[in-house]
């Protein structure tokens, strides 16, 4: 009887899954919406200064945030000992690919894929699902201590405050590789996925392994920045801040899983934290556009990697 309600059960948590994203993005884009057409005299008053050199710099820092993510798996893949150099490219393939899988329907089928294809070139399916959560893990340490670099916009903070926060920060990092030994060493996990016995990740390889992270969106917090500037809304002494609330965001936006791709959670939590510093309509304008801008280089990336790499099936290891 169970085996028979089982499918049932899932349909009704898949469904209920699926209204409540639908209600969360609805609401935000509602707000949104509601907030660029209060906006809207706000908007058509800003005289836009584009800078081709400024663009251009900012396109070139986005392009290598990416690569970063990419560069912190191979780390990971490294460490782990599945990592052969002469598959430079099939890696390239499947990363990207998986990556933009999480925007259809979500993160989810994001770690499924990567699982799938990393299987193909020999990464087994387990130790490609656990390295895709350990990755989800530690961008979102390092996103935590990136937006450390916004306390000073939402408060006269002292050393002392950032100190505490920053030692939180490392614990938590020095947490983590015996968090991820007790979980892959429970009898569920260690019986059903053998494979996960590989995947022996010490301290010194999460602090590796966080780093191109951390350049990840402090890149992206430039490439923001210089967008941004074009609006005539910010100055240089604003970076800093520019790149603790974005990397806000994108916490906020991973830890909301019913988010694929984090839409709408990441623009609207940056609209909220725009909005301390820059008019209503403007905040939330450059929230979204600032969106598309990295979407579109994201699909740059992604044909590039198209053109250049093949798909080929390799397994190296029995």
Known sequence: MPLAESPSRSSRVSGIFAIARAIL?????????????????????????????????????????????FLAWLILLSRSGYYEPAYLRQYLRVWWISFLYRYVPGKVLLVIERARMGAEIGIPAAAGAALTIVETLLAILAGC??????VSYYADADGRLLGIALLLMLGAMLM?????????????????????????????????????YIFHYLLLGLSFFLVSR???????SDLPGLCGIYALSHVISLIALVAPGGLGVREGALAVQLARFVPAGPAEALAVGIRVWFTLVELLCYLGVSLFCRSSRVRFRS
């Open 25 to 69: 993005l609805g609401t935000i884009v509602g707000y949104l919406a509601f907030r660029i057409y209060s906006g809207r005299e706000t908007i058509a008053a800003l005289q836009l200064q584009w800078d081709p050199q400024s663009l251009a710099v900012a396109l070139l820092s986005a392009f290598v945030a990416y690569q970063c993510l």
């Open 145 to 150: 201590a990136v937006s450390l670099l916004a």
């Open 176 to 212: 983590f590789p015996a968090a991820f030994r007790w979980l892959r060493d429970l009898p569920f996990f260690r019986s059903r996925y053998p494979e996960l016995g590989a995947v022996a990740l010490g301290h010194r390889d999460i602090f590796i392994s966080v780093i191109p």
């Open 230 to 236: 074009s609006l005539q809304l910010f100055s240089w």
